[in-house]
């Protein structure tokens, strides 16, 4: 199946709102490359891709699909859930413990969790997030 192009976040809701609903294949969204700052890579090369699919009128919550791609990265995050799609990864909480990702896991992230994402392979998650 060719990748799936998302519309932009503007006419996504209103074909939202139009439709009252909008579905695509997760595994098959083409995702824009992210900056990764330097600073935050551990080991490797890790690249990270992404789309938003929602945000709300104010900017404090967003919907989308990303991806990182093998390699050690920290990262310092937002309240989020996410649902892991595909790919596998190690998750170490800065005092606290630590959580193996896979395939259909459900993770909940506190704003503010210093974590080290220890990709093992590509992982792709559907994510709503607070800011």
Do not use: N
């Amino acid at each position: 199946m060719p990748d799936i192009l998302v519309p932009d976040t503007t006419d996504l809701a209103r074909m939202v709102t139009a439709a009252g609903i909008f579905a695509v294949p997760t595994g098959d969204v083409r995702l824009s490359p992210d900056e990764l700052d330097p600073a935050q890579i551990l080991a490797g090369s890790p690249q990270t891709s992404s789309v938003e699919l929602w945000s709300s009128p104010d900017g404090s919550q967003s919907r989308g699909i990303w991806e990182i791609t093998p390699g050690t990265v920290i990262d310092v995050e937002r309240d989020e859930i996410f649902v892991v799609v595909s790919g596998r990864a190690t998750v170490v909480v800065e005092g606290g413990t630590t959580i193996e990702l896979v395939p259909g896991s459900v993770c909940l992230l506190a704003d503010g969790a210093k974590t080290t994402w220890i990709v093992h392979e590509t992982l792709r998650k559907v994510y709503h997030s607070l800011s």
